[in-house]
């Protein structure tokens, strides 16, 4: 029984060991230290769908009018407002498309970038205000990270060219016993379904990926490795058998 218990130890010291090809991200043999290599990444600005929520600004040097459209976002301790009081004080994108700012009225907005939804309330805007500025920013910008990784969670993102490394470093980057072939991005479309795709972060073509820029609402699900899940089997058989195998000396004991 001891015998068995060693070869046991034995066989999952071996199972344990790890190599540098199966952690590295971005391996590629053709990168050189201090030679930089380009790569075409694929951008396409987010088109503003319903349920997004914005913040929107106005500045002006009439305060009076320009409070109509800045709604005051309620701040912590720390003078920082949280997601939850930023989405209260939003403005949400309604089913039809539309949001509804005071004075200027209903504007349709669904399937422009932030940039463009921001010059067309400006051009509406210098009806009502001279000498106005809006700025137009995103906030329901939402991602989830889940499985092998340090700290998994939903996580609120102000840049909206955030890509999936940097969510996953939100997150606290990937486990020892993450698989980095296979990591699944769940993406919501705009025809209320969802698409499911297989990253490889060990390929280096992955930054050029239409999928490598997060969009809101990104879900991320990182499997464990095979390996993972077998030494982690040998672990609960290895205490199993010790269990036995203690019994078994206390029993010859006894005797």
Known sequence: MRNIVYLLLLVLGVSSCMTKKELVYIQNDNLKENVPTDFQTKYAAYQ?????????????????MSNLFNITNPVNGMGMSEPASLFLSGYAIDTEGFINLPTVGKLKIEGLTTSQTQELIQKNLDRYITDATVVVKLISF???????????GYFYIYNERANLL?????????????????????????DSSSEIVLLDLKDPNLVQSQYYYLMPNDMIYVEPRKTQLKRDNLIVWNAVLGVISTGALLYNLFK
């Not at 914005?54 to 040097?61: A, D, E, F, G, P």
């Open 48 to 64: 503003l769908q319903t349920n997004d929520v914005l913040s929107i600004k106005v500045l002006s040097v009439d305060p009076d």
């Open 142 to 152: 939402k991602v989830s990270v889940l499985g092998e990784v340090r700290n998994p």
């Open 166 to 190: 940097e969510g996953l470093s939100l997150a606290g980057d990937l486990t020892l016993g993450a698989d980095r072939d296979n990591v699944k991005l769940i993406r919501q479309k705009k």
